[in-house]
T-cell receptor, first 115, second 111 residues
Framework: DSGVTQTPKHLITATGQRVTLRCSPR?????VYWYQQSLDQGLQFLIQ???????AKGNILERFSAQQFPDLHSELNLSSLELGDSALYFC??????????????FGPGTRLTVL | QKEVEQDPGPLSVPEGAIVSLNCTYS??????FMWYRQYSRKGPELLMY????GNKEDGRFTAQVDKSSKYISLFIRDSQPSDSATYLC???????????FGKGITLSVRP
């Protein structure tokens, strides 16, 4: 167990809908990363927050947004969902300076299915 | 051409075999190289981390980086059924640069 929690574990929704994925980092970790994993694209970095501030953006669609709250938990919001958004969404956290080369601890993921 | 290419697999070996997992990359700016292991229905976990070229050993695992060939490898000696998982390589050009992952290869070690 990495200490990173993600809810829900599974989410099934319809095209056009909006969902929110939640992540609680390990105790003391200031940095949160969001990743999307699909069979055709593999694991792709979406966005990073460090101590409440957006630190880096990756391949995140404009329909997606995220935030990190004062208690350091983070939420990833996905809107106007399309079939192609079906994937595993992982959150990871790290304790150090929020650098990508810090050891990232991954949560168990949220499996999103868009029908 | 994708920045990071990884043999798609799957790979099945008998227990005790030496396993070689490989990735090639095109971005010569990559300096940090990692291997992650992902068990079924779990998130990835960092296995090995190497900076620049050379070898690094940790128990039964050895990570090798050849920057001149843009090629990295993970060797697993005396493979065990518990090593059955998906292995992903990941790379970064700097501490503040995002990780780029290979698609992963699924390894099955047969008892």
């Amino acid at each position: 167990d990495s200490g990173v929690t993600q809810t829900p574990k599974h989410l099934i929704t319809a095209t056009g809908q909006r969902v929110t994925l939640r992540c609680s980092p390990r105790s003391g970790d200031l940095s949160v990363y969001w990743y999307q994993q699909s069979l055709d694209q593999g694991l792709q970095f979406l966005i990073q927050y460090y101590n409440g501030e957006e630190r880096a953006k990756g391949n995140i669609l404009e329909r997606f947004s995220a935030q990190q709250f004062p208690d350091l938990h983070s939420e990833l919001n996905l809107s106007s969902l399309e079939l192609g958004d079906s994937a595993l969404y992982f959150c990871a956290s790290s304790v150090e300076m929020g650098q990508f080369t810090d050891t990232q601890y991954f949560g168990p993921g949220t499996r999103l299915t868009v029908l | 051409q994708k920045e990071v290419e990884q043999d798609p697999g799957p790979l099945s070996v008998p227990e005790g075999a030496i396993v070689s997992l490989n990735c090639t990359y095109s971005n010569s700016a990559f300096q940090y190289f990692m291997w992650y292991r992902q068990y079924s229905r779990k998130g990835p976990e960092l296995l090995m981390y190497t900076y620049s070229s050379g070898n690094k050993e940790d128990g039964r695992f050895t990570a090798q980086v050849d920057k001149s060939s843009k090629y990295i490898s993970l060797f697993i000696r005396d493979s065990q059924p518990s090593d059955s998982a998906t292995y992903l390589c990941a790379m970064s050009s700097g501490a503040n640069s995002k990780l780029t992952f290979g698609k992963g290869i699924t390894l099955s070690v047969r008892p």
